[in-house]
C-alpha cells in the first residue's frame, strides 16, 4: 500500500519577501475539505505565509477560479481542495480529467499552483487523504505552491540572454563587456 511506502518530503521554502497565497476550496464533501483546509492552512501558517480562501461549488470551477484570481489579484502562488469520488457514472472521469487538465494548463502557463484535488474511488480513501495528522493532502499541495513560487522568485531576476538590449548594451566591440578593450 502506497501509504506504508518511505518517501523524500522537501524542506519548506524561505522567502526573502513576503508571499500571498488563495486557497480555492471546493466544500461538497464538507468533512473532506475541512480536513484539506486544515492541512493547507497549517503549512503556511508555518512557513510565514499569508493566504485567502474562497470556495467553489465544485472542483471544475477551481481552474477557473484562479484563473479569474491571477488576472485580477496580486497572489503569488494558488492551493486547489477538492475531493471527487467515483460514482456510478462516467462523470468521475470528467470532472477528474477535465479540472487536472485546467490546473495543469494555468501551471504550465506560470501559475504556481499546488493541486490538492482528491480523485478517489471511496469515502474512506478521502478520509485518509484529508486527515490533518495523517497523511494530509492539503498540507502537500500548500508546500508544493510554495516550491514553485521560490523557483519562480529564484528565477525571476536572472537574465535569460535573449532578446532586445538597452541601447548601449546590445553591442560588444573588441572586449569584455566591462567595456576592457585590451585583448
Keep these: 500500500m502506497a501509504a506504508s511506502l518511505e518517501h523524500t518530503v522537501l524542506p519548506v521554502p524561505s522567502f526573502e519577501k513576503p508571499v500571498k497565497v488563495l486557497i480555492v476550496v471546493s466544500p461538497y464533501y464538507s468533512d473532506v475539505a475541512a480536513g484539506l483546509l486544515t492541512g493547507a492552512k497549517a503549512a503556511l501558517e508555518d512557513a510565514g505565509v499569508s493566504y485567502e480562501i474562497v470556495e467553489m461549488p465544485g472542483a471544475l470551477e477551481i481552474p477557473t477560479a484562479i484563473s479569474i484570481s491571477d488576472r485580477r489579484s496580486n497572489f503569488d502562488g494558488f492551493v486547489a481542495l477538492a475531493c471527487v469520488i467515483r460514482g456510478e457514472t462516467t462523470h468521475y472521469e470528467t470532472v477528474c480529467s477535465d479540472?487536472?487538465?485546467?490546473?495543469?494548463?494555468?501551471?504550465?502557463?506560470?501559475?504556481?499552483?499546488?493541486?490538492?484535488?482528491?480523485?478517489?474511488?471511496?469515502?474512506?480513501?478521502?478520509?485518509?487523504?484529508a486527515d490533518p495528522d495523517g497523511q494530509n493532502k492539503g498540507g502537500g499541495a500548500a508546500l508544493a505552491a510554495l516550491h514553485l513560487i521560490a523557483l519562480g522568485r529564484k528565477w525571476a531576476s536572472t537574465p535569460a540572454g535573449i532578446g532586445f538590449k538597452p541601447l548601449g548594451e546590445d553591442t560588444v566591440m573588441a572586449g569584455d563587456l566591462d567595456g576592457n578593450t585590451t585583448a
Excluded at 100 to 107: A, D, P, T, V
Design 99 to 129: 479540472s487536472s487538465r485546467g490546473l495543469q494548463m494555468l501551471g504550465l502557463q506560470g501559475l504556481c499552483i499546488g493541486n490538492g484535488i482528491l480523485t478517489v474511488e471511496n469515502k474512506s480513501q478521502a478520509d485518509v487523504r
